[in-house]
């Protein structure tokens, strides 16, 4: 019995210690938050990432580097979650530059 209890514990220390390993090498392979963010050539050319929020009770957010796409985008959901028609300026007055302090409007 005591064997038995004895072999049991050495296998959850195993597993126990191989989830913990496979945790902390995951963690080493993740870039950190601090790392400065490079913007590709792609995204220089499609402009800065904007974003639109909902109100907290709703939770839509979009983002995208194209205006027109995160107009249509926006413009789609408050029609069929809110019943709501909005102008391209409403949905430009919402949006938010996202990314470096040199980029915010």
Do not use: Y
Not at 28 to 37: A, I, L, Q, T, V
């Amino acid at each position: 019995m005591i064997k038995q209890l004895f072999g049991i514990l050495i296998v959850l220390a195993f597993c126990c210690s191989t989830i913990t390993f496979a945790q902390d090498k995951e963690q080493k392979e993740m870039p950190k938050k601090s790392d400065k963010m490079e913007m590709t050539k792609s995204e220089m050319k499609a402009g800065p990432l904007k974003s639109v929020s909902c109100d907290p009770t709703c939770g839509f957010m979009c983002r995208s580097h194209d205006e027109k796409e995160l107009t249509a985008i926006v413009k789609k959901h408050a029609k069929t979650a809110h019943k709501m028609d909005m102008t391209d300026k409403q949905v430009k007055d919402m949006m938010k530059t996202e990314g470096s302090t040199e980029m915010k409007q």
